[in-house]
Antibody, heavy 120, light 111 residues
């Protein structure tokens, strides 16, 4: 059974840093690209960042580029999101998801998510 | 403001058919990028409902179907059930943004 378990959320002051982790199991992790998606309170889904199967290519939404860094450790079946210079508008529920197909970019499995609250 | 436009809400009675539209442009749906649909039940993570415009993952009832034409796509739900009450999101890729794009979401109410 595919499982994605997200951890690392919390309450942080503006300007602070936080690192999210996503532990994967039930599939061959390094066969898949991975992504982070967030959802602000009462709002829709927003794609945040993606990483290729070997970590060789990373992409970011304009809203987080230069502040967030996605990475992965295939030996530990883990995905990460390092979030620096956090802003109040980064407050959201953060999901990790598996990209089911390289070509068409659908996200076929999602973690349960973790809440990140940026507040003074 | 998303590059993919969905109606904020739709509603229907049990047993009826509803459709949710997803309108894009020549840099996303119209450029040939696939459209995917997700269902998000209250308090839950999104779930893939339709991928590659028309395909259903294993376990998704055939009451759910997708279509795509030109710069738009649609999700149709037939035989509405109370458990279909959820938020629905379309997703594609936008070449102008060089990024994945989600629609703003549509709240389905089953009357």
């Amino acid at each position: 059974e595919v499982q994605l378990v997200v951890s690392g959320g919390g309450v942080i002051r503006p300007g602070g840093s936080l690192r999210l982790s996503c532990a994967a199991s039930g599939f061959t992790f390094d066969d898949y690209h991975m992504t982070w998606v967030r959802q602000a309170p009462g709002k829709g889904l927003e794609w945040v960042s993606g990483i290729t199967w070997n970590g060789g290519d990373t992409t970011y939404a304009e809203s987080v580029r230069g502040r967030f860094t996605i990475s992965r450790d295939n030996a530990k079946n883990s995905l990460f999101l390092q979030m620096n210079s956090l802003r109040t508008e980064d407050t959201a529920f953060y999901y990790c998801a598996r990209q089911g197909s390289i070509a068409s970019r659908q996200f076929d499995y999602w973690g349960q998510g973790t809440q990140v609250t940026v507040s003074s | 403001q998303s590059v993919l436009t969905q109606p904020p809400s739709v509603s229907g009675a049990p047993g009826q058919r509803v459709t949710i539209s997803c309108t894009g442009s020549s840099s996303n749906i119209g450029a040939g990028y696939d459209v995917h649909w997700y269902q998000q039940l209250p308090g839950s993570a999104p779930k893939l409902l339709i991928y590659n415009n028309i395909k259903r993952p294993s376990g998704v009832p055939d009451r759910f179907s997708g279509s795509k034409s030109g710069t738009s796509a649609s999700l149709a739900i037939t035989g509405l059930q109370t458990e279909d009450e959820a938020d629905y999101y379309c997703q594609s890729y936008d070449s102008s943004l060089s990024a994945v794009a989600f629609g703003g979401g549509t709240k389905l109410t089953v009357l």
